[in-house]
């Protein structure tokens, strides 16, 4: 079988020009085979995966964790997906502490949540600042009980074509230090009872290269991995009562500012509400990690695991029609400037 190359350089015509055969590259044999021996084990582990829930379902039966009348502390409340996760919570009978930097929108979330009979109480705060969240965690434990739930949603999402100082310090402050701060405040009472739970929002980008998004992933690797360690920690530990878990959304639906930044061949832009559910079920059944779609973990473990390393480059070219970046003047525009400038450098803002 002869591979040939057709020339178009004057548009297509009529009869093919047969011109020197193409040789049949070694890359492509091996992703061909690579691709076959995915697609088998893809096929076994499903079968094995589906059969062998059906079977522990079958003989356990196990029950969700029922939340009402736990203290559930969610960053990022006044907008977005933590005003999701606030309201979720809330129609379970949870008792909500919406934190968030933004007192307006806080207070609103925890107004609507009062509208539907649920309880929540709003607190602003700068998550960055280490001493903040000392006394926050103080102030909720005294006020509502000991926190049950950690969600650590509150982030700085931003695409950015320059390695500024401003906005690495904001993303990482942020993404990474805020969260690590609440788990570091919560986790004393939860060790003492043996129970909680702490939720990671992290990201597909933790997963797979995202170029524009290289700082905004470096801090959700960051945070999973810390996530995966203090889980680890715990189990050493024998604290079997406190669980971790890590999500990883795709590109969701949060703010059209964000969403129209990417110009995408192939949808896999997720709702906020998807999220949520499988955040929920994340909760109620003691999930370690989530990835949101679900079916994208498996072409994960083909792209980071079995194919080489040019292949994520290639998926982008095909996902991605292009990335359209703000400039500077539209970033002033950006539900996310305020956050960095407030982030950047607390020190500035609050000296400790």
């Known amino acids: 079988m002869e591979f040939v190359i057709e020339g178009w350089e004057n548009g297509p015509t009529a009869k093919r ?25 893809f096929i076994v582990w499903e079968l094995a995966a589906g059969f062998g829930s059906f079977l522990w379902r079958l003989v356990f039966r196990p029950e969700p964790k029922s939340l009402k009348g736990r203290v559930c502390l969610v960053t990022g409340a006044g907008r977005g997906l933590g005003r999701e996760f606030c309201l979720a919570l809330a129609r379970e009978g949870a008792v909500i502490a919406c934190v968030d930097i933004n007192e307006p929108n806080n207070k609103a ?9 649920g309880k929540a109480v709003p607190y602003t705060v700068n998550v960055v600042i280490k001493k903040d969240v000392e006394e926050l965690v103080s102030r909720i434990e005294k006020e509502l009980g000991p926190v049950y739930l950690l969600i650590n949603n509150a982030a700085v999402v931003c695409p950015n074509s320059t390695i500024e100082e401003e906005f690495v310090r904001a993303l990482f402050n942020v993404n ?89 061949k192939i949808n896999v832009v997720v709702e906020m509400e998807d999220v949520v559910r499988a955040t929920m079920d994340a909760i109620h059944y003691n999930y370690e990690e989530v990835i949101v779609p679900s079916y994208i973990k498996y072409f994960l473990i083909l792209i980071t695991e079995i194919m080489p390393s040019w292949t994520n480059t290639k998926l982008m070219r095909l996902m991605f ?17 305020d956050l960095v400038k407030k982030c950047s450098f607390p020190e500035k803002i609050k000296e400790r």
Not at 17 to 27: G, I, S, T, V
Not at 109 to 117: L, Q, S
Not at 186 to 211: D, Q
């Open 17 to 41: 020009d047969l011109q020197k055969p193409a040789k049949l590259k070694k890359d492509h044999i091996l992703f061909t085979a690579f691709g076959m021996v995915y697609f088998f084990c």
């Open 109 to 117: 979330t925890a107004a609507i949540i009062k509208e539907m009979g």
């Open 176 to 264: 990474l230090f805020g969260p690590i701060w609440l788990m570091n405040a919560v986790l004393p009472t939860m060790k003492l009872r043996n129970e909680g739970h702490i939720v990671n929002i992290s990201s597909i980008s933790s997963k797979m290269v995202f170029a524009p998004l290289s700082i905004y992933g470096s801090t959700k690797i960051s945070l999973a991995y810390f996530g995966n360690c203090v889980r680890a920690e715990l189990q050493l530990a024998n604290k079997n009562g406190i669980f971790v878990s890590n999500v990883h959304p795709s590109v969701m639906n949060s703010s059209e500012d964000y969403v129209r930044c990417l110009d995408m």
């Open 321 to 337: 029609q292009k990335w359209t970046l703000p400039n500077d003047k539209q970033k002033e525009c950006l539900p996310w400037t």
